[in-house]
């Protein structure tokens, strides 16, 4: 049984990540109507950004947590503003061309300088060690990471449909044209939220430092799967998107202890499932 | 939104007229290869590669799909070929007709799954598709994981056509990619072509026309995946080996790049972005991981500057289709 919940940790921990990861994807594709291929180097800056504000400036993992989505937020607001603008009334399809080229650029650079082996981040010292739950042994950091991406998740779909500003996002959404007529700055609005979706990976990306190695592949794979999530849940709904994220993630913990083999490809054919039975997607409208 | 390509002209005695002056002149020229010292083995892949993008430009140029999964094809179609050759024996042909055979039957499956899907999703299915084969072909003992398949036999096609001489082997695949090459040609200026071309520009209005959209795009899928497990089977008898590399995700991006720099939707575009790639990673190959910068380079400058492509800005400028 032990066993067990370890997995169903490990699991929700991974849940954690699919649902950072396939929110910011699901805003993102909101307002720029772009899926961004970059979330994942983009995730792996992020811990890229930990590591170095560690390991160069002495910065510890308290201020990174904040530091390396602004940062990573802010490149990708350049991104936006230099390249992903340009494609606005093109094809959906170049908008993943486009990022799939820049997730190739960022994961060659940083292949270059550090190889493909991991680089270790110390969990921090409040966070270590671990607490006996009775039926299980819980890392605290695990815990952590688990309650924390939830918090943050919850946080950004209460931003996105209880706010002012989020209603406006939504408006956005439906008709920048009108909006705009409003007197809202869209440009602006569709920078930032860029900004945002991408300071969602880099945080996935520092939370998931002390777990996994930072590594410049890190988050080549991982963006597949986050698609496939993102496929089975569907875009429409940012709750959606959320519990989906989570539950795969917890039915992927449940494979890799009652059989294993599966559990790389679990997520991928619970997509293919889907596709046959309800091809929308569980919580997504027709695309 | 926006079509991809724009080349909506409908297709005129004068396009196909243009079309098979350069099939033909790029015919001879290919021919010639073996004459000029050029190093055989290059051009061989390269042929399989063009094959493997116009295939997929099949699809995406004429179809409006983008497949970031055709790897599937290219590596099922590679290890069933190298397995029926390697471990059961038997003649070339019969080892290439293992591999189409297998490509197809995969094309049928997962063509079926994607196609329920449009436009970006349809990308994101075939992505993951494939990454399960590819967790897939990592576990199962017949590929033999990292290393793959390796010493392949070359053998005699036919009973005739000795296959270890590379001049032989060379004016096989060639063969092979002109074959290939007319079979999509034909496909594209048939009339199951046309309805295909109106699907891309406006689906509801093909269905409101009466056309079966999803019959036509999944006979189209099927067809490309078809041909791409055929450059498959191809390109073992080229490289004698088959590996986990040819269904990674990046195989996928590559046959995407080359069709994009050759120019989406055009006929020869596919093989001029073939060539280009390849040559560059050739030259390139001791620069390691830069490769892969460059390329995220080219995607993002074809993408945002020129989006045409090689032959596609030749077109435009000349006002004709190629």
Redesign the interface.
């Known amino acids: 049984m032990q066993a067990l919940y370890a997995q169903l940790l490990v699991g929700l921990i991974n849940g954690s990540f699919y649902a950072l990861l396939s929110l910011g994807l699901a805003v993102i594709?909101g307002m720029l109507n772009i899926?961004n291929f970059a979330h994942g180097a983009l995730y792996m800056m992020g811990a890229f950004c930990a590591y170095f504000l560690l390991n160069v400036a002495g910065i510890g993992y308290w201020p990174a947590l904040i530091i390396a989505p602004i940062v990573v937020g802010i490149f990708g607001m350049i991104l936006e503003r230099t390249?992903l603008q340009?494609?606005a009334?093109?094809?959906?399809?170049?908008g993943?061309?486009?990022t799939?080229?820049?997730?190739?650029?960022?994961?060659?650079?940083f292949?270059?300088y550090f190889g493909s082996s991991g680089l270790p981040y110390a969990i921090p010292d409040e966070l270590k060690g671990g607490m006996n739950l009775g039926f299980m042994f819980l890392p605290i950091y695990r815990g952590w990471v688990v309650v924390f991406s939830l918090v943050v998740c919850i946080a950004t779909w209460y931003l996105i449909e209880k706010t002012r500003l989020g209603a406006n996002l939504r408006a956005a959404t439906e008709n920048p044209t009108l909006v705009r007529a409003f007197g809202i700055n869209v440009p602006r609005m569709i920078t930032l939220t860029y900004g945002l979706g991408v300071g969602l990976a880099a945080l996935a990306g520092v939370l998931s430092a002390p777990i996994n190695q930072v590594r410049p592949l890190m988050g080549a794979?991982l963006i597949?799967?986050v698609?496939?999530v993102?496929?089975i849940g569907g875009m429409g709904s940012i709750m959606g998107s959320i519990i989906t994220g989570f539950a795969l993630g917890v039915i992927e913990g449940l494979t890799k202890y009652f059989y294993p083999?599966a559990s790389?490809?679990v997520v991928?054919?619970l997509?293919?499932l889907v596709?046959?039975v309800k091809?929308?997607g569980l919580t997504g409208r027709a695309? | 939104?926006?079509?991809?390509t724009d080349d909506t002209l409908p297709t005129s005695p004068r396009a196909i007229r243009d079309e098979m002056i350069v099939f033909a002149a790029m015919a001879v020229l290919l021919g010639m290869v073996p004459a000029t010292g050029i190093y055989p083995f290059f051009v061989m892949q390269a042929l399989c590669f063009a094959l493997l993008a116009c295939a997929f430009n099949l699809l995406?140029g004429y179809g409006g799909l983008?497949s970031?999964g055709h790897a599937m094809f290219l590596g099922t179609a590679g290890y069933i070929s190298a397995h029926a050759l390697k471990v059961w024996g038997v003649t070339p042909e019969l080892g290439i007709l293992a591999g189409v055979v297998g490509a197809a039957a995969l094309s049928v499956v997962t063509g079926f799954?994607?196609i329920?899907?449009?436009?970006?999703?349809f990308?994101?299915?075939t992505?993951?598709?494939s990454?399960?084969l590819y967790?897939?072909y990592?576990?199962t003992p017949f590929t033999h994981g990292e290393d793959g398949i390796q010493g392949i036999p070359q053998g005699h096609l036919f009973g005739v056509f000795n296959l270890t001489n590379p001049t032989v082997l060379y004016y096989v695949v060639l063969a092979g990619f002109l074959g290939g090459f007319l079979l999509i040609y034909r496909t594209i200026n048939s009339p199951f072509g046309e309805v295909l071309k109106a699907i891309r520009e406006n689906e509801p209005r093909a269905i409101s026309l009466g056309y079966k959209t999803d019959q036509y795009k999944l006979l189209a899928f099927i067809l490309s995946g078809t041909i791409a497990g055929f450059a498959g089977s191809l390109k073992v008898f080229v490289a004698q080996n088959a590996s986990l590399t040819d269904v990674h995700?990046t195989m996928s991006?590559e046959i995407?790049l080359m069709t994009?720099v050759g120019g989406l939707g055009t006929v020869f575009g596919p093989v001029v972005g073939a060539f280009v790639i390849i040559a560059m990673q050739q030259y390139l190959a001791g620069f390691?991981?830069?490769?892969?910068?460059i390329?995220?380079?080219?995607?993002?400058a074809?993408?945002?500057t020129f989006?045409r492509g090689v032959i596609g800005e030749i077109a435009h400028y000349f006002r004709r289709t190629l």
């Open positions: 594709f899926i390249m340009w494609l009334g093109l094809d959906h399809l170049y993943l061309l486009l799939f080229g820049i997730a190739l650029i960022v994961q060659g650079v292949q270059n794979d597949i799967v698609f496939a993102v496929v083999e790389n490809t991928f054919v997509m293919v596709l046959l091809p929308t695309a | 939104m926006s079509a991809l995406i983008l970031f799954i994607s329920r899907r449009q436009g970006i999703y990308s994101m299915i992505l993951a598709l990454q399960l967790f897939i990592l576990q995700w991006g995407v994009l390691g991981q830069w490769v892969t910068v390329q995220g380079v080219i995607f993002v074809c993408v945002l989006r």
